[in-house]
């Protein structure tokens, strides 16, 4: 092991996960990939028919083409929580697809964001020293732009996932476009409210500085304010310790509006808060619409409470990384963005979508979660 890789384990607990070195499915034969054959997928209401098109699409434009076998990593943030699903289905394509690759990742949570960036840098240039001719990454912030530039002028493929880099010369961008999931939820809340006016309370985010967060949060406000629905943004307070001030804030809120609180949406996986809040109010009629899959939320769901939450496709999000670098090698660039089209917003931001999951289906998401590995 070399000395970075040394770093990197020390500090953030690396886990290399099963290097996919071929599969049943894929062989290496005289320097060549045989075609590619992909698991079916399994027949669900929550299938993304779209994506497995797309996906469908890449791979028989992926099997005319002769490409030679691919070294690849997937490096991400952790490779616990809401990452987990991220890496079941990176080493799932990546075992489709016979190529020489891992998925690294510290096993805890990030703590200190300037060390997180220089130890992925090291990273990088290690993989890259290694000989990866492909990287997707969940950057930690913008000091990964110049050591992954460096990457791609020396030919490396490069796609991010999960948080972006648009000032780096990536190829494309895979994940949840927040604008749009955040309007998404906001039209799922808007169905179950009466005419306007009235109020609605976000337990959002209006902290420029998360670019994510205040992203959601607005697409959400903006489909709200134009249906003539007065908006109340609440800061969300990270931590268990913050619990107690978002409910007694947007109790407040519910109890003194003027007009009357007509319902509430949490845009991050705190989202129970609502209910919590909308309780101690004395209003548990109050309709309620959240994002993930907390436990928490979870059991508002089945109690009737909550009615309805939206879920990132996380399981995607890995599996389609190394069948876009791969793409990108094999038959180039702009052929691969050509197959991707019905998803790729401003040529290099493939939109996964957002799973909307209603209170009466929680059995069958987490069944459906189950089959295909997804579950946190």
Request: hydrophobic residues 40%; glycine residues 10%; contains cysteine.
């Amino acid at each position: 092991m070399t000395r970075v890789g040394r770093c990197w384990m020390a500090a953030l607990g690396l886990s290399l996960l099963t290097a996919a070195c071929g599969s049943d499915d894929a062989s290496i034969e005289g320097g060549k990939v045989t075609p590619i054959r992909r698991a079916p997928a399994l027949e669900n209401e929550f299938t993304p028919r779209e994506l497995e098109t797309t996906i469908d699409n890449l791979v028989a434009e992926i099997n005319k083409s002769s490409t030679e076998s691919m070294q690849m990593t997937v490096m991400l943030k952790t490779l616990s929580t809401f990452f987990a699903p991220i890496a079941t289905g990176a080493n799932r394509a990546m075992g489709e697809l016979g190529v020489t690759g891992n998925v690294i990742g510290p096993i805890q949570e990030p703590g200190d964001q300037q060390e997180d960036m220089r130890l992925q840098n090291e990273q990088i240039e290690q993989t890259v020293m290694d000989g990866a001719q492909g990287i997707g990454i969940s950057p930690f912030g913008d000091a990964s732009v110049a050591v992954l530039d460096k990457a791609i002028a020396k030919g490396v493929h490069v796609v991010t996932l999960d948080s972006d880099l648009q000032a780096s010369k990536r190829a494309i961008y895979v994940g949840t476009l927040n604008s749009s999931a955040g309007a998404k939820a906001g039209e799922t809340l808007r169905g179950m409210l009466p005419p306007a006016p009235g109020t609605v309370v976000i337990h959002g985010s209006s902290d420029p500085t998360w670019a994510d967060g205040l992203d959601r949060t607005q697409g959400a406000q903006g489909v709200l304010e134009a249906a003539g629905y007065e908006v109340l943004v609440r800061q969300v307070t990270w931590g268990d310790e913050g619990e107690a001030d978002d409910v007694e804030w947007m109790k407040d809120k519910i109890e003194a509006a003027d007009p009357p609180v007509v319902g509430l949406l949490g845009m991050f996986n705190l989202s129970f808060r609502c209910a919590m809040a909308a309780d101690a109010a004395g209003k548990p009629d109050l309709p309620i619409v959240a994002f993930d899959f907390d436990a928490r939320t979870v059991d508002y769901m089945r109690e009737g409470r909550i009615k309805a939450t939206h879920i990132q496709r996380q399981y995607y999000e890995g599996y389609l990384v190394p069948y876009i670098l791969y793409g990108i090698r094999s038959i180039g660039i702009e052929a691969t963005k050509e197959i991707l089209a019905p998803q790729l917003i401003d040529g290099s931001l493939f939109n996964l979508g957002i799973d909307v999951v209603p209170g009466d289906k929680v059995d069958a998401y987490n069944a459906f979660l189950d089959s295909i590995g997804a579950n946190e």
